[in-house]
Nanobody, 124 residues
Framework: QVQLVESGVGSIQPVGSLRLSCAASGRTESSHSIGWFRRAPGKEREFVASISASGMSTSYGAFVKGRFIINRNNVNNTVSLRMSTLRPEDTAVYYC?????????????????WGRGTLVTVSS
């Protein structure tokens, strides 16, 4: 029983940076791994990043290449995604996601809860 609420809708120019946040609520949220997927216009949803329940382990999609950082604050049950050196190709709806497993995830099939999504637009 976990609810996820994204915040930080952003519109930014190329090479800029912004931060997205995901607030999790529920009795067992501290036992879930949490992360992000994204879906660009006309494309399939893809994995962005995830972090384990403990915050000790992280995983990133291949396209990230050091540009994004995921962090977890288990005091206020918030996960953030810090994005830098943004490119137009990063334009997408970003979805917060949680899995009942405590380990990191990389596949949609592992997801048990989805946020509604938040739009990030990178353009000149």
């Amino acid at each position: 029983q976990v609810q996820l609420v994204e915040s930080g809708v952003g519109s930014i120019q190329p090479v800029g940076s912004l931060r997205l946040s995901c607030a999790a609520s529920g009795r067992t949220e501290s036992s879930h791994s949490i992360g992000w997927f994204r879906r660009a216009p006309g494309k399939e949803r893809e994995f962005v990043a995830s972090i384990s329940a403990s915050g000790m382990s992280t995983s990133y999609g291949a396209f990230v290449k050091g540009r994004f950082i995921i962090n977890r604050n288990n005091v206020n049950n918030t996960v953030s995604l810090r994005m830098s050196t943004l490119r137009p190709e990063d334009t997408a709806v970003y979805y917060c996601a949680a899995a009942r497993t405590s380990a990191v995830f990389v596949d949609e099939s592992d997801i048990d809860y989805w946020g509604r999504g938040t739009l990030v637009t990178v353009s000149s």
